[in-house]
């Protein structure tokens, strides 16, 4: 029998009964699995995920946009997420990305960044992908709509998306770098849970 190890992203209002509690399922956001050496991959949502109401947090990428909003987050850190996250596309009738306009009216790729907010979206179909993916889907003019139908969207242009897609490893340590700066001075905690 192999045990997997990941860290836990739970929802903040949902707290497991103890310290050496399991929390419930219905209260894990997600998890980044960590491999053996220690090498943490991409976040994956929990499909089984029950957010207290339609308007709480879903997904890092979700929590990370809404940060952005207040000016709280910079562009930095919305890339390197992207670079680490999972996504849903929306997909026409055909299996083609589901192409729509935003609010603002600019043409857009239809993206969930988790099962709660693809149930707040409406496309016949939807497919996982990562950023290779969603880059090479990606039309020429036209940007990226995450969460369409929640009480935030989110548009990313397009190009912005690419270079998440195409930083170098300098530019990638330098923005964990500005991350780390931006995060001095506030307690941030992982909890690793074995399974």
């Given at each position: 029998?192999?045990?997997?190890?990941?860290?836990?992203?739970?929802d903040p209002d949902r707290e497991p009964e103890g310290p050496s509690a399991v929390p419930a399922i219905e209260a894990v956001i997600g998890v980044w699995p960590v491999a053996?050496?220690?090498?943490?991959?991409?976040?994956?949502g929990n499909p089984d995920y029950l957010p207290r109401d339609a308007d709480a947090v879903a997904d890092p990428l979700d929590a990370?946009?809404?940060?952005?909003?207040?000016?709280?987050?910079?562009?930095?850190?919305?890339?390197?997420?992207?670079?680490d996250s999972l996504f849903e596309v929306g997909l026409n009738g055909d299996g083609r990305p589901l192409i729509m306009r935003s609010p603002?009216?600019?043409?857009?790729?239809?993206?969930?960044?988790?099962?709660?907010?693809?149930?707040?979206?409406?496309?016949?179909?939807w497919r996982r992908i990562d950023l290779t993916e969603l880059v090479s889907l990606l039309p020429d003019r036209?940007?990226?709509?995450?969460n369409p139908?929640?009480?935030?969207?989110?548009r990313l242009i397009g190009d912005f998306v690419r270079e998440a897609l195409l930083m170098s490893d300098e530019e990638i340590?330098?923005?964990?770098?500005?991350?780390?700066?931006?995060?001095?001075g506030r307690s941030l905690e992982v909890v690793p849970w074995s399974l």
């Open positions: 029998m192999s045990t997997e190890n990941y860290f836990l992203l739970l053996g050496d220690g090498v943490v991959g991409a976040f994956r990370l946009f809404r940060l952005a909003v207040q000016g709280r987050a910079g562009a930095e850190q919305i890339q390197l997420v992207l670079r603002d009216d600019v043409p857009c790729m239809v993206i969930a960044t988790s099962g709660p907010r693809r149930e707040q979206a409406t496309a016949p179909q036209v940007d990226v709509l995450f139908g929640s009480v935030l969207p989110f340590t330098e923005a964990y770098e500005a991350v780390r700066e931006s995060l001095s």
